[in-house]
């Protein structure tokens, strides 16, 4: 495996050898540089930022793909890993404010995206489900991130495909477990 170089010369990206540019930033540069914060954590949050650049919903030229704020996506994200969830719990789970949470839904609903079910033992409930065409549109962006990442992604040896694995496991625990909400 590469070793990646947290120096913000570099970028962190490995050079065409494939080891990091920069190699000569100890620990302790990188340590003040973070104010005393893990650099490992600064490493994982900017790679994810600079991944989830990389797949931007916005970047699909399919046109039959409804296009989605942030906020939208973040719903839609919740309500396809929890299907049945209310308003509520998708609030509380994904930290949105209820107007903001209101806002979002009443669009994907307006969108074709999800569906409001009424709860039938309790009327005041209503719970949230992705329509066919949300799946739909869903296969269609997880082709686009594949396609994305796979340009972006040389072929990986054994050993790094199983880290990556590890890592995506970490991942969806993370977001899934307990934690600030």
Do not use: C, Y
């Amino acid at each position: 495996m590469s070793r990646i170089d947290p120096e913000p010369s570099s970028g962190g990206r490995p050079d065409a050898s494939g080891s990091a540019q920069g190699e000569g930033t100890t620990a302790a540069d990188a340590d003040a540089r973070l104010g005393g914060e893990d650099p490992l954590m600064f490493d994982l949050a900017d790679g994810i930022v600079g991944i989830a650049r990389l797949i931007q919903v916005s970047d699909i030229e399919d046109t039959s793909v409804a296009p989605l704020n942030g906020t939208e996506i973040i719903v839609l994200r919740w309500v396809h890993r929890h299907p049945g969830t209310t308003s509520g719990q998708t609030a509380r789970a994904t930290g949105l404010h209820r107007s903001n949470m209101s806002t979002a839904l009443r669009g994907l609903v307006t969108k074709g995206l999800v569906e409001r079910e009424s709860d039938p033992e309790d009327s005041r409930r209503v719970h949230l489900r992705l329509t066919a065409k949300a799946e739909e549109h869903g296969r269609i962006i997880r082709l686009h991130w594949a396609r994305v990442l796979r340009e972006r992604i040389p072929d990986l040896d054994a050993e790094d495909r199983a880290a990556l694995e590890r890592t995506i496991g970490l991942l969806t625990a993370w977001e899934e477990g307990p934690g600030p909400r």
